[in-house]
């Protein structure tokens, strides 16, 4: 599991180490870290042209005796003050006397200093930023050259690393070098995107992983999890997944769910609708009944919505249901919060950003910029497990860390790529899964596929379905 540990965690654990160290050493590890980074990424540091972007804080101190490092190796190092009165007076001495230059943020030759520079790093503000870039810095970062390399210290500025929210102007970094722990606004869009690769240094913080507010599952997590068929087991045991989705008009999103369904790990997929004819004509193993679902037979597990239309009949029936329930697209719109929130068998809503925008009654622009609140406020609100897709895939419970899903790949935005998602997810809750698992494994194998069938290349929803028994296999093969 990666775990990501929030500010206030990370100060404390860096309160007791300086409480028994020796002053300043936290300070050097970090730095002798950010240092080696950045001379493998410069390949050769000798003559190399490097720009430090200091703040007022112990970031610009990490940023400073860095680039004394460096400097000693031969390295052409100039700080840019930002803050010149209230720069790190020891990180500024260790510079200095490595024969690194110092000048003013504020004099006209800064901009010239920050474009003429091959590699840039930032040590504008850490974790003790608030907000944007001011308009100093902002105008600094701007001059760097496009080719330069950037290498942010601990966050890129401008990115809140409590949530990966970005107000106003941030950073662009190729790499992250962070310390003791990874911040969840580096793996939570849009800060993950602005922290490029994210390197850890241990600098000896020692994080009780009970505080940690962001984990992702990793190959071996989820191998743990992967439902695996006994000796005995027979296709009842497995599990049998209930698809209630598709209309006359939409088809294709039962297909694609009952795609998604028969590659999850349960021992039958059932679907109930007026697309039968569509999904046995592409799967025959699939059970296909009319009626409502209630009727339908014996099922561990629903899934519900991709499809839908309007048809609220179906919607409440399975809601009523007293097994799992994953409710997606069309679903969402048509249950009630309290009808959700009165379900004693587990729910899991798998909203993109524009559904759960609809149901928090906000802007989706909103929704993608807050990914962390908006997952968490909606698994309150519904007293379910939300999963909530995109750039950055998050699963929350009312309690316990939020999941973010590590797999995936941009082209993965293809229609009905959901929709197989909502099948391969609550196939795995009729297999046995609670909805946290259900959800994160399901956004993990869906991620993975995504990548098998891609290869660099446009991928369609059928190809990722294809693509989830070689995820699996993948995924196995650490066990
Ligand atoms: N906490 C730890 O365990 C360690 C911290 N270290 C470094 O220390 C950093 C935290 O240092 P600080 O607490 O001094 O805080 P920062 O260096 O992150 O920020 C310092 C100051 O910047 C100013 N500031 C805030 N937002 C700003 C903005 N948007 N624009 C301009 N100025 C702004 C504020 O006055 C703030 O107090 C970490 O990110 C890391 O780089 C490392 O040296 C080693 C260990
Ligand atoms: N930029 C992106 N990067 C990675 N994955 C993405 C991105 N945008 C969307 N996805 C994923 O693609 C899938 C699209 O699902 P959804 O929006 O429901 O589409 P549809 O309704 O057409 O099936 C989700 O699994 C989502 O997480
Ligand atoms: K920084």
């Not at 800060?191 to 240094?201: D, I, T």
């Not at 087991?233 to 997944?241: A, L």
């Not at 909530?388 to 939020?402: D, H, M, Q, R, Y």
Request: include cysteine; proline fraction near 4%.
């Amino acid at each position: 599991m990666r775990n990501a540990y929030g500010v206030e965690s990370v100060r404390a654990a860096e309160r007791e180490v300086m409480a028994r160290g020796p002053e300043g050493a936290l300070m050097r590890r970090a730095a002798a870290g950010l240092a080696a980074e950045c001379a493998q990424l410069l390949g050769k540091v000798y003559g190399a042209r490097i720009a430090l972007l200091v703040g007022s804080g112990d970031n610009g101190g990490d940023a400073l005796y860095a680039g004394a490092k460096l400097a000693g190796r031969g390295a052409g190092v100039t700080a840019v003050l930002l803050a010149p009165e209230r720069t790190h007076a020891g990180g500024l001495a260790a510079l200095r006397a490595a024969g690194g230059t110092v000048v003013d943020g504020s004099e006209d030759r800064a901009e010239g200093v920050v474009a003429r520079a091959r590699l840039v790093v930032d040590g504008i503000v850490g974790i003790g930023g608030r907000g944007g870039l001011r308009e100093r810095a902002a105008r600094l970062v701007a001059a760097v050259a496009g080719d330069a390399l950037v290498v942010a210290v601990d966050v890129p500025s401008g990115v809140d690393a409590d949530t990966g929210e970005v107000h106003g102007e941030a950073v662009r970094a190729d790499v992250t070098v962070t310390f003791g722990a990874y911040k969840p606004g580096l793996l939570i869009d849009p800060g993950r995107e602005y922290a490029g690769a994210v390197r850890l240094v241990d600098i000896g913080l020692e994080l009780a992983s009970g505080e940690r507010v962001l984990e992702a599952l990793q190959y071996a997590d989820v191998a743990g999890l992967l439902p695996r068929p006994s000796g005995e087991s027979d296709k009842y045991r497995r599990g049998v997944v209930g698809v209630v989705a598709g209309s006359a008009r939409y088809p294709g999103a039962a297909v694609l769910c009952v795609a998604g369904a028969l590659r999850g790990g349960a021992g039958a997929v059932r679907y109930v609708g007026p697309a039968a004819d569509a999904v046995i004509a592409r799967f025959p193993e699939t059970l296909v009944s009319a009626g409502p679902p209630s009727k339908a037979g014996r099922v561990q597990a629903w899934v519900v919505g991709p499809g839908l239309g309007d048809d609220g009949e179906r919607l409440r029936d399975v809601v009523a249901a007293d097994v799992p329930v994953l409710i997606d697209a069309d679903g969402l719109r048509l249950a009630g919060e309290r009808e959700v929130r009165a379900r004693r068998a587990p729910t899991l809503l798998t909203p993109h950003a524009g559904e759960a925008a609809a149901l928090l009654g906000v802007s989706r622009e909103e929704v993608e910029s807050a990914r962390l609140s908006a997952v968490r406020e909606l698994a309150g609100r519904y007293g379910a497990t939300v999963l909530l897709k995109g750039s950055t895939t998050l699963v929350a419970s009312g309690e316990g860390p939020v999941r973010v899903n590590p797999t995936g790949t941009p082209w993965l935005a293809t229609a009905g790529s959901g929709d197989v998602l909502s099948g391969l997810a609550g196939s795995l809750l009729a297999a046995g899964l609670d909805a946290r698992d259900a959800g994160a494994v399901g956004a993990y194998l869906h991620g993975l596929a995504a990548r098998h069938a891609s290869s660099g290349g446009p991928v369609a929803a059928q190809d990722v379905a294809d693509a989830i028994p070689a995820a699996w296999r993948d995924v196995r093969r650490t066990d």
